[in-house]
C-alpha cells in the first residue's frame, strides 16, 4: 500500500508565475490536508478537503491560493501569481476520517503526511 | 489559541547518550499530545501519542509524559543511535474545536547522532 505521494518534490518557480503542487492520498483515504512550513516556522494548517468538498480553509491566505480534491485525481494546491515569501515546504496528509470523527488516542497512526513538496520562488 | 513551543535546534550527540527535547503547549481546551518524527527524505510519522494528563507514551525506546501542571510533554531517550538523527516536531490536537484542521505543530527540532 503505496504511502501519500506529493509530487513535485521540488519546484523552482519565477514571481509571478504559477505553482501546482499534487498529493495523491493514501488509497482508501477520502480525507486530504494541506500544510505549510515555513523556513525556520513549524507546519501550518492551510486547508482541509473530501472528495468534490472543501471542508475547512481558514488556513488558507485569501489571496491566490486555492486547493482542490476532485473525484477523480490527486488534491491540487494551486499558487498563483507566486511571490518569495511563497517559498516554503508545503505537506500533505491524508486520513480515513476526520480528525473529529476518530480518537486519535486509540486509532494509532491513521494519519499520514507525505514527503512533502519544496517550493523556491527566485 | 493554541501553540506549541519547542526547543530549537540544532542538537547534536554522540551514540548512546541521553536526550531530551523540550516541548510546551498552550491549549484552550483539553488536547492530545504527539510527537512526530521525520527521517531524511521522508514524511512525518506519528511516533508517540497521550491523550490525557499523566499520560505516558513511549515508542521505540522513546517516551515522553502529558504533564498539565507544566503544559510539557518533553521527549526523552535514554541512549540515543545514528539511525535516531530526524526532524522531531511536537504537535497537539484541540479536542473542543469542531473542525477537523486541529493539529498544531511546533517548528521542528533537528537531532543529529554521531558515532
Known amino acids: 500500500n503505496a504511502g501519500v505521494m506529493q509530487n513535485p518534490r521540488h519546484l523552482v518557480r519565477r514571481r509571478g508565475q504559477e505553482a501546482r503542487l499534487r498529493c495523491s492520498p493514501m488509497k482508501g483515504h477520502s480525507h486530504v490536508y494541506w500544510y505549510r512550513q515555513l523556513p525556520e516556522e513549524g507546519l501550518k494548517f492551510m486547508v482541509y478537503l473530501q472528495k468534490e468538498n472543501i471542508i475547512d480553509e481558514s488556513g488558507m491566505p485569501k489571496e491566490r491560493f486555492s486547493a482542490e480534491f476532485p473525484k477523480e485525481g490527486p488534491s491540487i494546491l494551486r499558487i498563483q501569481q507566486v511571490v518569495r515569501g511563497d517559498s516554503a515546504a508545503y505537506f500533505c496528509a491524508s486520513s480515513p476520517l476526520t480528525f473529529r470523527d476518530i480518537d486519535l488516542g486509540g486509532a494509532g497512526n491513521t494519519i499520514y503526511f507525505g514527503e512533502g513538496s519544496w517550493l523556491t520562488v527566485v | 489559541g493554541n501553540s506549541v513551543t519547542q526547543m530549537e535546534g540544532p542538537v547534536t550527540l554522540s551514540e548512546e547518550a541521553f536526550l531530551t527535547i523540550n516541548c510546551t503547549y498552550t491549549a484552550t481546551g483539553y488536547p492530545s499530545l504527539f510527537w512526530y518524527v521525520q527521517y531524511p527524505g521522508e514524511g512525518l510519522q506519528l511516533l508517540l501519542k497521550?491523550?490525557?494528563?499523566?499520560d505516558k507514551g513511549s515508542n521505540k525506546g522513546f517516551e515522553a509524559t502529558y504533564r498539565k501542571e507544566t503544559t510539557s510533554f518533553h521527549l526523552e531517550k535514554g541512549s540515543v543511535q545514528v539511525s535516531d538523527s530526524a526532524v522531531y516536531f511536537c504537535?497537539?490536537?484541540?479536542?473542543?474545536?469542531?473542525?477537523?484542521?486541529?493539529?498544531?505543530f511546533g517548528t521542528g527540532t533537528r537531532l543529529t547522532v554521531i558515532p
Open positions: 504537535a497537539l490536537s484541540d479536542r473542543d474545536q469542531t473542525g477537523a484542521n486541529n493539529l498544531f
Open positions: 497521550a491523550t490525557k494528563a499523566d
